[in-house]
Structures are given as structure tokens and as C-alpha cells.
């Protein structure tokens, strides 16, 4: 029977690291991939370029790439093949046949990452679902692949049918169980940033290993889990940055992007991804020092518009200048983003210039406001010393005079518009 925790990577012999074959037309993106699979442990021996632009239904590449493969996979120790794009079902089934070895294609990589680096009951439900979402028009093929790896071959081809019939059933129940837990997950969240409203929210967003994690920690001195890794955390962090202002500011690391992310993921991920929704700010952070920072950027942006979020007050922050040399290659960095913010995550002083912008950004929002509380009004003098910088107050014979310096749109929640003088 088929289990859905097996991975989707064949197993390495003994003490044998994993040697795979990468395929893919663009070697920027064969060079992520390569780290892709070394985030799994795998080891990337060799390369296939795809030059035709040709896509061939049944098998995505055509015969001669097929047979250049092939001859890789019979003179090397290789035990997968990595396709760096999406294969169909089909493909995935005929270039297993052809080749006589496991295959996987780059979506199915992210996957088995995140399903490894879950660490919460949240995303463990999420990653389960966005994996079975995957694995379920793929069942054939899977089901033969991980028989191969336990070693008990594919058996009886009318047994096998029986079963893989067995195993889509209790899939799509399994599916229908994750979706129930997620909907209580989104439930949970709502009531969590219910908690949250009377704060203001800074959301970290970016492509994966920007550095968005070691940013978080650097900003609030907190010890989130920061590795120089692709997708080493996958829940949104919340930690509190000042704790003094008025209101309150805290900053959230949100999952990161990647190019080709499986839309399953992003469905999965939706209650996380919620918090971009609800933020007041976004911090978009680029790796600066990634040869395709350009298409980082642009591929992160892409995904904030499909999420509805775009049009949010949002700064960019180049991030890891500190690994890039003073002069030319700096001032190229002015042209990807005119305006952005430079700076080191590992560095106090940049950290502190960001706050300050951050801080600053907010107090533009902020106003000066003279009103007149009447005596009765106790909860909402406790909502003004809770979400405004109190300047001056006064007690007079109708009631207190304050004056606030206060987010307008904190102002007008609260409804101080009446007691305005």
C-alpha cells in the first residue's frame, strides 16, 4: 500500500549520498535546482541542456535527449533524474519506463523540501494536503516508484491496478480530513490576528533565503530559526519590534517564494499568507547578492499582485550588500530598485537605519489631535494612552482635554471624529 509520508526521492545504498541528473534550458535556474536537491542531501553529478524549445507531448524531451541521458545514467552511479520543470503524469511515466530509473520534476522537489522542513502541527496540514494534491493524478507512477524503492518490485499488474484504485480512494479521504483541519487552522489564525488588530503589522516578504529570518531576528533580538538554506522556515514568525509605541509594532517573516512554487503550495499556505493581508507595511528583501536578483524581485512582486497585495505601503530592502565589492558593482544596485534601502542584515547599524525608517513611515501616518473626553468615558481614554503618544491633559469641568499624537486610521476606528475640538 501506498504511504503518503514515503519520499518522493529514491533512497540512497548504504553511505552513498544520492547522485541525481539535473535537466532544465536555463542554467540560472539548473544552479537553484542544484541547491534544491542539496537541501535534500541529494548531489547533482551532471547536467542535460535542453536547447529546442520543442515540447513533445508523450515524453517532454525528444529521443535524442532521452538517449544522451541514458548514456549518463548507465556510465555513472546516478539513481534519479531531475526534470526542472513540470512534468505531466504521463511524462513522468514514460521517461521512468524509458530510462529505467526514479523521476521527479522540480515541483515535486519543493514539495519533499517543505515536507521535510515542516516543523508545526500548521504546516505539517499544510504541506500533507499541498503533497497529496500533487501525488494524487501521479498515483500510478508514484505507486511503482516508492514499491522500487521498498524493494518489493511492482508485482502483479492486475493486484497493482486493485491497489492503486485502493490507495486514490483513501487519498482523497485523507484529503478531505486535511482540508477539515485546515479550515479550523484558518479559523485559529482569524481569532490570532483578531488578537492583533490593535497593533500595527511590518510583513517581511521575499524570494527564499533572502534573509528574511536572520532580518526578523536582527530587528526584534529574537532567535527565530535562520540557515542559509532554501525554505529553512515555513511559518509566518510574529515578534514584537517596539513595544513602547503607541500602538504597538510588531514584525511577521512570512514563507518565502520560489519560481515554478506549486500552486498547491500556495493554496495550502493561504491562512499563513493571510498575514500579508493583514499587514499595515510590507518589507519586500532581495538578496542583492544573487546573480538573478532582477528576476527575484520581479517573480516576488508577480506573486504579491496575485495575492491582492501589491498596491500595500511597501519598501524594498536590497539585502547582503556586504557581499558585494564598493564602486560599479554597487551603483548597478541603485538601477534594480531606485529607492530601496541597502543593507547588511548582519550589521547593528543597518538594522537600526531600518527600524528608524520603518518607525518613520508610521509617524507619517500619525497626527496631532485635540479632543475632549467626557468623564463617563473610561474605556476610551484607556484606548487613547494605548494607541497614542499623549502630549498634553487636562481636567476640565466637561471632562479630560488631551492632546494626542495618534494614527488617523486608529483615530477614526475609535471614533474620536465627536470629541474633536
Same mark, same amino acid.
Given at each position: 500500500?501506498?504511504?503518503?509520508?514515503?519520499?518522493?526521492? *529514491?533512497?540512497? %545504498?548504504?553511505?552513498?549520498?544520492?547522485?541525481?541528473?539535473?535537466?532544465?534550458?536555463?542554467?540560472?535556474?539548473?544552479?537553484?535546482?542544484?541547491?534544491?536537491?542539496?537541501?535534500?542531501?541529494?548531489?547533482?553529478?551532471?547536467?542535460?541542456?535542453?536547447?529546442?524549445?520543442?515540447?513533445?507531448?508523450?515524453?517532454?524531451?525528444?529521443?535524442?535527449?532521452?538517449?544522451?541521458?541514458?548514456?549518463?545514467?548507465?556510465?555513472?552511479?546516478?539513481? =534519479?533524474?531531475?526534470?526542472?520543470?513540470?512534468?505531466?503524469?504521463?511524462?513522468?511515466?514514460?521517461?521512468?519506463?524509458?530510462?529505467?530509473? *526514479?523521476?521527479?520534476?522540480?515541483?515535486?522537489?519543493?514539495?519533499?523540501?517543505?515536507?521535510?522542513?515542516?516543523?508545526?502541527?500548521?504546516?505539517?496540514?499544510?504541506?500533507?494536503?499541498?503533497?497529496?494534491?500533487?501525488?494524487?493524478?501521479?498515483?500510478?507512477?508514484?505507486?511503482?516508484?516508492?514499491?522500487?524503492?521498498?524493494?518489493?518490485?511492482?508485482?502483479?499488474?492486475?493486484?497493482?491496478?486493485?491497489?492503486?484504485?485502493?490507495?486514490?480512494?483513501?487519498?482523497?479521504?485523507?484529503?478531505?480530513?486535511?482540508?477539515?483541519?485546515?479550515?479550523?487552522?484558518?479559523?485559529?489564525?482569524?481569532?490570532?490576528? =483578531?488578537?492583533?488588530?490593535?497593533?500595527?503589522?511590518?510583513?517581511?516578504?521575499?524570494?527564499?533565503?533572502?534573509?528574511?529570518?536572520?532580518?526578523?531576528?536582527?530587528?526584534?533580538?529574537?532567535?527565530?530559526?535562520?540557515?542559509?538554506?532554501?525554505?529553512?522556515?515555513?511559518?509566518?514568525?510574529?515578534?514584537?519590534?517596539?513595544?513602547?509605541? %503607541?500602538?504597538?509594532?510588531?514584525?511577521?517573516?512570512?514563507?518565502?517564494?520560489?519560481?515554478?512554487? *506549486?500552486?498547491?503550495?500556495?493554496?495550502?499556505?493561504?491562512?499563513?499568507?493571510?498575514?500579508?493581508?493583514?499587514?499595515?507595511?510590507?518589507?519586500?528583501?532581495?538578496?542583492?547578492? %544573487?546573480?538573478?536578483?532582477?528576476?527575484?524581485?520581479?517573480?516576488?512582486?508577480?506573486?504579491?499582485?496575485?495575492?491582492?497585495?501589491?498596491?500595500? *505601503?511597501?519598501?524594498?530592502?536590497?539585502? @547582503?550588500?556586504?557581499?558585494?565589492?564598493?564602486?560599479?558593482?554597487?551603483?548597478?544596485?541603485?538601477?534594480?530598485?531606485?529607492?530601496?534601502?541597502?543593507?547588511?542584515?548582519?550589521?547593528?547599524?543597518?538594522?537600526?537605519?531600518?527600524?528608524?525608517?520603518?518607525?518613520?513611515?508610521?509617524?507619517?501616518?500619525?497626527?496631532?489631535?485635540?479632543?475632549?473626553?467626557?468623564?463617563?468615558?473610561? @474605556?476610551?481614554?484607556?484606548?487613547?494612552?494605548?494607541?497614542?503618544?499623549?502630549?498634553?491633559?487636562?481636567?476640565?469641568?466637561?471632562?479630560?482635554?488631551?492632546?494626542?499624537?495618534?494614527?488617523?486610521?486608529?483615530?477614526? @476606528?475609535?471614533?474620536?471624529?465627536?470629541?474633536?475640538?
Amino acid at each position: 500500500m501506498l504511504e503518503t509520508t514515503d519520499s518522493l526521492l *529514491p533512497s540512497a %545504498h548504504g553511505t552513498i549520498e544520492l547522485q541525481v541528473i539535473c535537466v532544465g534550458a536555463d542554467q540560472d535556474s539548473l544552479d537553484e535546482l542544484d541547491l534544491l536537491l542539496t537541501t535534500l542531501g541529494a548531489q547533482p553529478i551532471a547536467r542535460v541542456a535542453l536547447v529546442s524549445k520543442k515540447i513533445h507531448p508523450a515524453t517532454y524531451i525528444g529521443q535524442g535527449k532521452m538517449d544522451q541521458i541514458k548514456q549518463i545514467l548507465d556510465s555513472s552511479e546516478a539513481q =534519479a533524474v531531475i526534470f526542472d520543470f513540470e512534468l505531466s503524469p504521463n511524462q513522468l511515466r514514460n521517461l521512468e519506463k524509458y530510462l529505467d530509473k *526514479p523521476i521527479l520534476d522540480r515541483p515535486g522537489v519543493i514539495i519533499e523540501i517543505f515536507s521535510r522542513h515542516a516543523r508545526t502541527k500548521e504546516s505539517k496540514t499544510q504541506v500533507a494536503l499541498a503533497r497529496l494534491q500533487y501525488l494524487l493524478p501521479r498515483l500510478t507512477h508514484f505507486w511503482n516508484h516508492f514499491e522500487r524503492q521498498r524493494g518489493g518490485g511492482t508485482g502483479s499488474r492486475g493486484m497493482g491496478e486493485k491497489q492503486i484504485e485502493v490507495d486514490r480512494r483513501l487519498v482523497k479521504n485523507r484529503m478531505t480530513v486535511l482540508r477539515r483541519r485546515l479550515a479550523c487552522v484558518e479559523r485559529e489564525r482569524k481569532v490570532q490576528r =483578531a488578537g492583533r488588530k490593535e497593533v500595527l503589522k511590518v510583513a517581511l516578504v521575499g524570494y527564499t533565503n533572502a534573509g528574511k529570518s536572520t532580518l526578523l531576528n536582527a530587528l526584534t533580538q529574537s532567535d527565530v530559526r535562520a540557515e542559509n538554506k532554501l525554505f529553512a522556515t515555513l511559518d509566518a514568525s510574529v515578534r514584537m519590534l517596539d513595544p513602547t509605541s %503607541h500602538p504597538p509594532i510588531v514584525a511577521i517573516d512570512t514563507v518565502g517564494f520560489i519560481s515554478q512554487l *506549486p500552486h498547491s503550495l500556495v493554496a495550502s499556505f493561504k491562512s499563513t499568507l493571510e498575514e500579508l493581508k493583514e499587514a499595515d507595511l510590507l518589507v519586500h528583501l532581495v538578496d542583492a547578492s %544573487h546573480p538573478k536578483a532582477k528576476e527575484q524581485l520581479e517573480l516576488t512582486e508577480k506573486v504579491l499582485k496575485e495575492l491582492e497585495v501589491y498596491d500595500k *505601503p511597501r519598501m524594498t530592502v536590497l539585502n @547582503k550588500v556586504d557581499q558585494i565589492q564598493e564602486g560599479i558593482s554597487r551603483n548597478r544596485l541603485k538601477l534594480l530598485s531606485p529607492g530601496s534601502l541597502f543593507l547588511s542584515a548582519l550589521s547593528s547599524e543597518d538594522v537600526l537605519r531600518l527600524r528608524e525608517v520603518i518607525f518613520d513611515h508610521f509617524k507619517k501616518r500619525f497626527e496631532v489631535l485635540e479632543v475632549l473626553i467626557p468623564y463617563g468615558e473610561s @474605556k476610551l481614554e484607556a484606548q487613547l494612552h494605548a494607541h497614542g503618544a499623549i502630549e498634553v491633559n487636562r481636567y476640565l469641568e466637561k471632562g479630560t482635554f488631551y492632546r494626542v499624537r495618534m494614527d488617523k486610521n486608529w483615530a477614526k @476606528k475609535l471614533g474620536l471624529e465627536k470629541y474633536l475640538l
